[in-house]
């Protein structure tokens, strides 16, 4: 992959200019400074509020009998820890092996839904009687020293945020690529106010929200954690990422998923006013071309740390061309 192969269309003209100011005038060097103890509020004490509401931590899964007692476990372990009430609902997307007779002999309620990951957090999240609502892949196998909800939940619990994404630890795995040849360049494109939101690893289905954000229309396959992303980030609510540690769920590609997700975020871009709707085409021409450099990744030839420093300038730089 070199810099000087074919450039993607120009996305860089396509962007939704931001409205001028009123008047006509021009910023002179006159012209009134902000104060920089403008809107700084000092308090004698704490004015957070630490939330007692009941959780849910909802588990999608399908055909998941493998792990699925020990997500169960891990959840009903994390409502213990943070001294919550609440509940551990797994959604049984159109299982055929026993995963729904093990979530239930777990602990978990269990209930029936059909086929396709958005299908299922809807339907867990409609069952689901908590104020604060987590959710955790039915496959996600976390090694920290506390359960994966746990570590979602408390700074919602705290009253700290409004909604928590994990940003999962990396080893240099090829998916991690797509953040830093799609996500990052596109986000920080369109929306890089997001960016600090949702974390490195902003497709995880690991996360927790209080109700009302949870109530927004989603899609019924993999793209539903992008569209959650989109839609938080349209709130005013504090979403965080947090940190996470070593984690293992079974490698299953989607290949067809990247250009979904494009897919959903050019959707809402345009109907937010981010994007013209005349701006798609530089953008496709432009994730075609980085999609291809992406592929060449050669694992045990290339340093996956500098590969992805080399794809993200690339990626960076075609966008902006």
């Given at each position: 992959?070199?810099e000087?192969?074919?450039?993607p269309?120009?996305?860089s003209s396509?962007?939704?200019a931001p409205?001028?100011?009123?008047g ?15 809107g700084?509020?000092?308090?004698p ?8 509401q009941p959780?849910?931590i909802?588990?999608?899964a399908?055909?998941?009998?493998a ?5 169960v476990?891990?959840?009903?372990r994390a409502?213990k820890?943070?001294?919550?009430d609440?509940?551990?609902i ?7 092996d026993d995963?729904?007779?093990?979530a239930e ?10 086929r396709?990951?958005?299908?299922a957090?809807?339907a867990?999240?409609a ?6 609502i987590?959710?955790?892949d039915?496959?996600f196998?976390?090694f920290?020293p506390?359960p994966?909800a746990?570590t979602?939940l408390?700074?919602i619990l705290s009253?700290?945020a409004?909604?928590?994404?994990a940003?999962?630890?990396w080893r240099?795995l090829y998916p991690?690529?797509?953040?830093y040849?799609?996500f990052?360049?596109l986000a920080?494109?369109?929306y890089?106010e997001?960016?600090?939101k ?5 497709w995880?289905g690991?996360?927790a929200?209080?109700?009302?954000l949870?109530?927004v229309?989603?899609p019924?396959?993999?793209t539903v954690?992008?569209a959650?992303n989109?839609a938080?980030?349209d709130?005013s609510?504090?979403v ?5 540690d070593d984690w ?6 989607k290949?067809?998923?990247l250009?979904?997700?494009l897919?959903?975020?050019l ?8 994007l013209r709707?005349d701006?798609t085409?530089p953008?496709?021409?432009?994730f075609n071309?980085?999609h291809?450099?992406?592929a060449?990744?050669?694992p045990?030839a290339?340093d996956?740390a500098e590969?992805?420093?080399?794809l993200?300038?690339f990626?960076?730089?075609?966008l902006a061309a």
């Open positions: 992959m070199t000087t192969s074919a450039q269309g120009h996305a396509d962007a939704a409205a001028s100011s009123g006509g005038g021009s910023t002179t060097a006159s012209a009134a400074r902000i104060d920089p103890a403008l700084l509020n000092l308090v004490s704490r004015e957070l509020q630490a939330r007692q959780v849910s909802c588990v999608p399908h055909n998941e009998a792990t699925i007692t020990e997500v476990h891990d959840a009903l409502l820890l943070l001294g919550a609440g509940e551990v797994v959604a049984a997307s159109a299982c055929t995963s729904a007779d093990l002999r777990a602990g978990a309620r269990v209930i029936e839904c059909g396709g990951k958005g299908v957090l809807k867990g999240v069952t689901a009687k908590g104020d604060i987590a959710t955790v039915g496959d196998r976390y920290g506390e994966i746990a979602l408390r700074p009253g700290t409004d909604a928590t994404i940003d999962l630890y240099p991690q690529l797509t953040y040849g799609f990052a360049p920080g494109r369109l890089p997001m960016l600090a949702v974390g490195t690893t902003p995880s690991q996360r929200a209080i109700r009302p949870w109530n229309d989603l019924d396959d993999f954690e992008m959650l989109l938080w980030n709130s609510a504090r965080r990422p947090v940190l996470s293992t769920n079974p490698q299953r590609p290949p067809d998923l250009r979904a997700e897919e959903v975020i959707a809402h871009a345009i109907s937010t006013g981010r709707p701006g085409a953008v496709l021409a432009w071309h980085v291809d450099c992406m060449t990744y050669q045990g290339d996956p590969f992805e420093t080399r993200l300038r990626s960076t730089e075609a």
